[in-house]
Nanobody, 122 residues
């Protein structure tokens, strides 16, 4: 019933910017929405989340000040603006949603997109 489709990934040089988009369909209006990423040889990690109520946002320390999560309710879209990109940001980025509001609990994210590859060259 819920589908998420990411787009906007690609190849970018270090220091550059990229904006990822997540088109959300289904009954997710009250869900927490978030971005995760998985780099080669590493575990999947939390990147950013936004609450449906009030739009409060949370970020991993590694991206704070560089990435911005936002939403456009009219378009059913979630975005991740990525600035000052570093080679260590190279990963597959996933959009996900959960209903608990506990954004930090990865296992509670019920629905996931297919992922979009972001590659940052040095």
């Amino acid at each position: 019933q819920v589908q998420l489709v990411e787009s906007g990934g690609g190849l970018v040089q270090a220091g550059g910017s990229l904006r990822l988009s997540c088109a959300v369909s289904g009954r997710t209006s009250t869900y927490t929405k978030a971005w995760f990423r998985q780099a080669p040889g590493k575990e999947r990690e939390f990147v950013a989340a936004i609450f449906w109520s009030g739009g409060s946002t949370y970020y991993a320390d590694s991206v704070k000040g560089r990435f911005t999560i936002s939403r456009d309710n009219a378009k059913d879209m979630v975005y991740l603006q990525m600035n000052s990109l570093k080679p260590e940001d190279t990963a597959v980025y996933y959009c996900a949603v959960q209903a608990s509001g506990r954004y930090y609990l990865q296992h509670e994210y019920r629905y996931w997109g297919q992922g979009t590859q972001v590659t940052v060259s040095s």
